[in-house]
């Protein structure tokens, strides 16, 4: 079970996706001990107070069972370091709202652990994956491993891995999916750039090329011109937890259409100058790097100009490396300037 997959540690919050009777709660609330709490969530509406009965019996009391459904969790933004369940997120008929909620109710550096049922990629007879589906009880059906992934990454995760655990027969097979919310300084959260955050994330950009040593660029681009130059994924920001204010962002854009470049981006990452010594952007690269990893991306590639001393060395810190001067690439305010051409090299992929 995903409960024994993960490791709980002495004052955890944690969240029972599916918790029925409360019986897989009672070992994590053990294991947490008194300074820790366990919340278990169940759909059904007299599930709760059967398991505030059997936690009562077991003299367990560092627990709460809540009614709701795993798509709508009734629980505050960041309130539990570890989201887990067994068998509960196959059966939601919107796992893309389900995940995003777990990440939702995660703190930063929040750990995701789940048992379930996943599809090989490619499995030529649909109509025999359709009855092992039933046969084992997954009536929703099973996502491949490339789409639980995808979900996972559209609702933030990084660090994702997905392990069989049994084969099932006909490419189906329990799983344990793990992932983690990104880690960063107390205060802010790291989470995909949406639509609504054009317009700070294009401040922040602007901030940036006023500085002189950001890019050839002078003045931010339009919104439209920014995203459709981007990737759709692989796109973060780090927000002030209190006011959702936006003070970085990453994104990565295609380096060619070949299909031989298909693992290989080149990124931008801008750190707003009133946040640049509190270790944000270094969280921030050290998420869109995990994340590029898991979305299949072995080369990460950028230029830097040799007198943003700040970026290089982010850069380094991470596992760039210097490849080499363009020297005298381009002009930027009537001055000729060098670029220097840094990159990364998955060691994973």
């Not at 995909?192 to 317009?199: L, V």
């Not at 040593?213 to 995203?227: G, K, L, N």
């Not at 780090?238 to 031989?260: G, I, L, N």
Request: charged letters at 20%; proline letters at 5%; a negative charge.
């Amino acid at each position: 079970m995903a409960h024994d997959e993960i490791v709980l540690h002495e004052g955890d919050l944690v969240l029972v996706l599916g918790s029925g009777g409360g019986i897989d709660v009672l070992p994590s609330a053990r294991r947490v001990g008194p300074t820790g709490r366990v919340y278990g969530l169940d759909a059904t509406s007299d599930m709760p107070s059967l398991a505030r009965d059997n936690a009562a019996q077991a003299g367990v009391t560092n627990t709460e069972f809540l009614h709701g459904t795993i798509e709508h969790v009734p629980l505050p933004g960041r309130a539990v370091d570890v989201v887990i369940s067994n068998r509960v997120v196959d059966l939601s008929g919107d796992r893309a709202a389900a995940l995003a909620e777990a990440f939702r109710v995660l703190r930063p550096g929040g750990r995701f652990g789940v048992g379930d049922v996943v599809t090989e990629d490619a499995v030529p007879d649909q109509d025999l994956r359709r009855r092992t589906e039933t046969r084992i009880g997954c009536e929703a059906g099973s996502l491949t491993a490339g789409e639980y992934r995808t979900l996972l990454l559209d609702a933030g995760f990084t660090g994702i891995t997905i392990t069989p655990t049994a084969d099932h027969g006909d490419g189906v097979h329990s799983a344990v999916v793990k992932a983690a919310k990104p880690p960063v300084a107390p205060g802010f959260e790291i989470r995909p750039m949406r639509a609504e955050d054009a317009g700070q994330v294009l401040s922040v950009y602007q901030l940036g090329l006023d500085t002189g040593h950001a890019s050839f660029e002078t003045t931010a681009p339009a919104w439209e011109t920014f995203s459709s130059a981007r990737l759709g994924h692989l796109r973060y920001v780090v927000a002030d937890t209190r006011t959702d204010q936006v003070v970085a962002w990453v994104a990565a854009s295609r380096v060619s259409a070949r299909p031989v470049y298909a693992g290989v981006v080149e990124h931008s990452i801008y750190v707003h100058p009133d946040h640049g010594s509190r270790g944000l952007g270094r969280a921030l690269l050290n998420a869109f790097v995990t994340a590029s990893e898991d979305a299949g991306v072995w080369t990460v590639q950028s230029g830097v100009f040799p007198e943003n001393t700040a970026s290089l060395a982010l850069h380094q810190a991470a596992g760039f490396r210097v490849l080499g001067t363009r020297e005298r690439i381009g002009r930027h305010h009537g001055v000729w300037r060098d670029v220097l051409m840094i990159e990364r090299r998955s060691p994973a992929i």
